[in-house]
């Protein structure tokens, strides 16, 4: 098996190899792949080095195995020799003309998305790859990050489940690709036989993407991973061996926090927008390339299956050019549409637009004199990129906090090093094909904590806007920085809907007791959304959410590992913020919209969401707020009714005794051609606090008066409700008296 090395592609040495002249860029590989198809690098590096100048910042090299070990250590690192590289690998994506579909020097396909490949690279091919004919660009697949009650209410989502058209998301997937899910929540449970145990799971399919590979991938195109099905997961849970959990804790179960807001099922305590979703999670390795593989995953699932989806992704990176070009954004937005660019019907995808909006990470101006940008470090290695105009060129100076310096002239890579730090600094004469412009890029090595390093940009034949970005908001952050353009990819893709984030909450009682966070006021933006606008200038983000603070469900694994002030008590729910948050109450509506019409396409599910969009007091710019605040029922009630011929008949449901007192008996009949149909029962709140799937054309069930998660209900009044594919019965209204 291959082991996947988190790293940033430089080192120190760079600046001894002599990388200088302009034959060395091969114009079809990113800045990174053309320091690593150099034999320079690879003849003045060994993996040891590479090891040694890690940021956790790019899934970069993938090394075979030594002596059949699964895992290499340093120490087994350190006795490869230099250039010992034969067989390293590089995960990429690849953009070929006219949908390649042949082999290519060097590369393992694993996934297919129109003209974008995605796949393994042998380090020693790169440039064979690159030269190949049909081959356009190659991009070096790049991590992507985690974007980290009251909310639900807030954006109506309650009132579209019980409005004129009834919709809690029945017949839709929503799709989560994130840290997993942890199965063994009650809101990820179902009780299928009615006796008051939930013995099943709602989650349909999962792909978990590092598991060792098994086959079962390969049906859907892919050749790593294992996928389960549902009969295989609720094997698993009967034996109370789930297969897969979101149990990393520096993720403190970020997958299962965002799919309880899309979809938890309620069955603890709090629903999610669109409770009677499908799921389909995909518990990634955080990579571009296999993001995208996961979004197809999710699509193929629902094609199976003949049902609408919408994914959500509370992930991103701020490496790319940020205008909708990159590989990555380019293979996420060709899943939305066919062969020949036209949008398909029943597919969305929904991204967080980042947290960014208060860090600096982004400098940017029209440079037509001699420029000077401070960098502050705040990691050992930082990494910088700059685009610009293809008309534009600049000599690009790197100075040293000590005074050293270096100046790469278009064409150049070149290379310092210094007491401070080292630089890598590479300025290319040609345009980049994704987009036709230019990226500069720096990387700083083994750079002295809050270290100050000055970038300087001197225009040559012609000035023209420069835009900055560093890519991890961790590593460091301009002196002159702004939250503007801080959108991160791929919510800078063009055909999927970009989240914001508002607060919601600021107070909440915690397993600590009251907790309140003051620098957050309730209806105003929150502090970290990024802003917008996109490089090539779209407003950006689509719709604004709720995103601080959240309460939805707490994996039990990493629980333990959760403060206290985060957790609420009873141990099911814990709070979090970040435009992560935002982004599935965004999908959960995306679902509410599908399950009326299934025919509605991304681009009809943004406008809804973005007509309907509530603006208040708090909302102003479209570059901060887009459309304004999430409102799910307005935008349900917004789609147009159907023109459909009157059913011949409707689901009915009765209740043979009322009220009850021990136990409600009800006898159903479901229309021909019914292919699902459930039981709801819903307390005066509007929280669904009992479902029952049905079976066969018609029956009678018994309710024991307990709830999902088995607690007895109290004496009072209940609405129940029987909703199918084929529509929903009238509501019944149902009195416990004991």
Same mark, same amino acid.
């Given at each position: ?10 080192? /120190? ?22 320091? +690593? ?38 120490? !087994? ?6 250039? =010992? ?5 590089? %995960? ?11 082999? #290519? ?23 064979? /790859? ?139 305590? /709090?629903?999610?927008?669109?409770? =009677? ?58 899943? #939305? ?74 064409? !150049?890579?070149?290379? *310092? ?8 600094? =590479? ?14 890029? *720096? ?5 002295? !904590? ?13 000035? %023209? ?70 490089? =090539? ?54 679902? +509410?919209? /599908? ?21 208040? !007091? ?36 009765? #209740? ?83």
């Amino acid at each position: 098996m291959l082991h996947r090395l988190w790293g940033l592609v430089l080192v /120190l040495v760079l600046a001894t190899v002599g990388l200088g002249a302009a034959e060395s860029h091969t114009s079809r590989l990113d800045p990174v792949l053309q320091a +690593l198809s150099s034999p320079e690098f690879r003849t003045a590096v060994s993996p040891k080095q590479l090891v040694e100048t890690i940021a956790l910042a790019w899934d970069g090299v993938r090394l075979p195995p030594l002596h059949l070990q699964e895992e290499i250590t340093p120490a !087994q690192l350190s006795v490869l020799p230099i250039g =010992d590289w034969e067989d390293a690998q590089v %995960g990429v994506l690849v953009l070929t003309h006219n949908e390649y579909a042949g082999p #290519l020097p060097g590369f393992q396909v694993q996934g297919r998305h129109g003209p974008v490949l995605t796949g393994l690279a042998d380090v020693m091919s790169l440039r064979d /790859l690159a030269g190949h004919p049909v081959v356009a660009f190659v991009e070096a697949a790049r991590p992507v990050a985690p974007r980290l009650d009251v909310s639900v209410a807030e954006i109506r989502a309650d009132q579209a489940w019980t409005g004129p058209r009834e919709t809690t998301g029945q017949g839709v997937i929503v799709g989560i690709v994130d840290t997993g899910i942890d199965l063994l929540h009650p809101d990820f449970r179902i009780d299928r036989t009615g006796d008051g145990q939930p013995e099943g799971t709602r989650v349909l399919a999962l792909w978990d993407q590092g598991q060792s590979y098994d086959g079962s991938a390969f049906g859907y195109g892919f050749n790593y991973g294992r996928v389960y099905t549902r009969s295989q997961l609720e094997s698993a849970l009967a034996a109370a061996n789930p297969p897969s959990r979101d149990d990393t804790p520096g993720h403190g179960g970020h997958g299962t926090h965002v799919a309880g807001i899309a979809a938890g099922g309620g069955a603890a305590g /709090l629903s999610g927008v669109a409770p =009677d979703a499908e799921l389909v999670i995909v518990k990634t390795t955080f990579s571009t390339d296999r993001v995208v593989d996961a979004v197809e995953f999710v699509f193929q699932v629902a094609s199976e299956r003949g049902l609408p989806a919408v994914v959500n992704l509370s992930l991103g990176t701020h490496s790319g050019p940020h205008d909708g070009t990159s590989l990555f954004d380019r293979g996420i937005s060709q899943l #939305l549409v066919d062969n020949q660019q036209r949008n398909i019907p029943g597919r969305a995808v929904v991204v967080a637009a980042g947290n960014e909006g208060d860090k600096k990470i982004h400098v940017g101006a029209g440079v037509h004199t001699t420029t000077t940008w401070d960098l502050e470090a705040r990691a050992s290695t930082v990494e910088v990129e700059l685009w610009h105009d293809g008309e534009a060129s600049f000599a690009v100076t790197v100075s040293a906090p000590g005074g050293e310096s270096v100046t790469a002239q278009p064409g !150049q890579t070149v290379g *310092l090093n210094t007491p401070s730090g080292n630089v890598y600094l =590479d300025n290319p004469l040609g345009r980049d094909p994704r987009n036709n412009d230019k990226e500069i890029y *720096l990387a700083l090595s083994n750079a002295a !904590q809050h270290s100050q390093w000055a970038i300087t940009l001197d225009p040559l034949a012609q000035g %023209g806007r420069v835009d900055a970005w560093v890519t991890r908001e961790q590593a460091g952050r301009f002196v002159q920085g702004d939250s503007t353009f801080t959108i991160s990819e791929p919510a800078t893709a063009h055909r999927v809907i970009a989240v914001g984030a508002y607060t919601t909450k600021n107070t909440w009682q915690s397993a600590d007791g009251p907790h309140t966070q003051d620098n957050y006021t309730v209806g105003a933006l929150a502090p970290f959304s990024s802003r917008g606008p996109t490089r =090539d200038g779209r407003p950006k983000p689509d719709v604004t959410a709720p995103g601080a603070w959240i309460a939805a469900p707490l994996s039990s694994p990493v629980e333990g590992h959760v403060s206290g002030w985060l957790r609420l008590p009873g141990g099911d729910y814990r709070m979090q913020a970040g435009t992560s948050m935002s982004a599935p109450h965004v999908a959960g509506a995306a679902a +509410l919209l /599908l399950s009326v019409e299934e025919s509605l396409d991304w681009e009809d599910i943004a406008e809804a969401l973005r007509e309907s969009a509530r603006k208040d !007091q708090h909302t102003g710019s479209v570059n901060r707020w887009g459309a304004g605040k999430l409102d799910a029922a307005a935008a349900v009630e917004l789609l147009p009714d159907k023109v459909l011929p009157p059913p011949e008949e409707k689901p009915q449901l009765e #209740l043979l005794q009322n009220p009850v007192n021990t136990e409600a008996p009800m006898r159903y009949h479901l229309p021909e051609g019914t292919h699902r149909g459930r039981i709801h029962v819903y307390d005066l709140t509007g929280r669904r606090i009992f479902t029952r799937e049905v079976t066969g054309q018609h029956g009678d069930i018994q309710w024991g008066l307990h709830t999902d998660w088995n607690r007895m209900v109290g004496n009072g009044l209940y609405l129940v409700v029987l909703v199918t594919d084929q529509g929903a019965s009238e509501i019944q209204r149902l009195v416990i008296h004991r």
